[in-house]
């Protein structure tokens, strides 16, 4: 299994601030991804971060507000932009390897907006 | 679009018994079923999976079926235990003949009772 850690791992913002999270990889994976989790409910999937190229998003989430880099295999950032206190939220990388379709999780960025 | 309805959403049973959820997805494409494990304050935990050509598959205590034909697989664990309290989640992707993108389900949250 693909170690996987996140920073910060909690943060309390204020309203119209950005604030970038960091997902680190331990080895070489084929996919990233970037979810959003609001308490008590599912794992919704804000984008697939692409090795050197722009994300993909999914409906409902955009570029302008969820910036996403992946300068490499091991690495990938999600930026929350212009935050309001609707974006609190607990937000998850994740990772595959294309040998197995199986995803691992980070630990998770718990953000609260004020 | 895709879709994973999940049931029930919480399902309480005693200590010994046994714990039942299930899933029925919607892209008759997808070929990958991963459950996770996700207790409070921490990150999903893949517990077991099955591929389409399979239609059981066990791990001590745990089990997952698949009816590709009725687009439903379940998760059976026996014997439940008061460390099995989770929020568990099923997911369907289609793994390497599309992304790897998976589609969660809702999510149950299981109370095993003392």
């Known amino acids: 299994s693909a170690v996987i850690s996140q920073k910060p791992s909690r943060d309390i913002c204020q309203r119209g601030t950005s604030l970038t999270i960091q997902c680190q990889v331990d080895?070489?994976?084929?996919?990233m991804f970037w979810y959003r989790q609001q308490p008590g409910q599912s794992l919704t999937l804000i984008a697939t971060a692409n090795q050197g190229s722009e994300a993909t998003y999914e409906s409902g989430f955009v570029i302008d507000k969820f910036p996403i880099s992946r300068p490499n295999l091991t690495f990938s950032t999600l930026t929350v932009s212009n935050m309001s206190p609707e974006d609190s939220s607990i937000y998850l990388c994740s990772a595959v390897r294309s040998s197995y379709n199986e995803q691992f999780f980070g630990p998770g960025t718990r953000l609260t907006v004020l | 679009g895709e879709n994973v309805e999940q049931h029930p959403s919480t399902l309480s049973v005693q200590e010994g018994d046994s714990a039942v959820i299930k899933c029925t997805y919607s892209d008759s494409a997808s070929n990958y079923f991963p459950w996770y494990k996700q207790e409070l304050g921490k990150r999903p935990q893949l517990i077991i999976d099955i591929r389409s050509n399979v239609g059981e598959k066990k791990d001590q205590r745990i089990a997952v079926t698949l009816n590709k034909t009725a687009k439903h697989f379940s998760l059976h664990i026996t014997e439940t235990q008061p460390e099995d309290s989770a929020v568990y989640f099923c997911a369907a992707s289609k793994g390497t003949s599309g992304t790897y993108k998976y589609i969660f389900g809702t999510g149950t949250r299981l109370k095993v009772l003392a």
């Open positions: 080895s070489q994976v084929t996919m």
